[in-house]
């Protein structure tokens, strides 16, 4: 059974930084995409970065632009977000997000089970 497994999440003041890691486990056929998202209590999920296996290329959201830098281990099918210069807005639970092709040759999008940044002012 495919999943995403992230690791990382914990307390830090602002201005400090984390690295977040996902894992993707199971049979995979290949991998599209590999996202970040978070959300904050009472918002809604919002997209923070995405890598594209294709060509490694990347998109931010404008709020972590500069700040926030998401990167890719193909070989191990693995994809890390290094946040720096943390706010306390940035306070959300983070999901990895996969869009990948399974054991059963068909392509689904996967969700990890989420971990919790606190940015403390």
């Known amino acids: 059974q495919e999943q995403l497994v992230e690791s990382g999440g914990g307390l830090v003041q602002a201005g400090g930084s984390l690295r977040l890691s996902c894992a993707a486990s199971g049979t995979i056929f290949g991998i599209n995409w590999m996202s970040w998202y978070r959300q904050a209590p009472g918002k809604q999920r919002e997209l923070v970065a995405t890598i594209y296996t294709s060509d490694g290329s990347t998109t931010y959201a404008d709020s972590v632009k500069g700040r926030f830098t998401i990167s890719r281990d193909n070989t191990q099918n693995t994809v890390d977000l290094q946040m720096s210069g943390l706010k306390p807005e940035d306070t959300a639970v983070y999901y990895c997000?996969?869009?990948?092709?399974?054991?059963?040759?068909?392509?689904?999008?996967?969700w990890g089970q989420g971990t919790q940044v606190t940015v403390s002012s």
């Open positions: 997000n996969a869009y990948m092709k399974s054991h059963t040759h068909q392509w689904h999008e996967y």
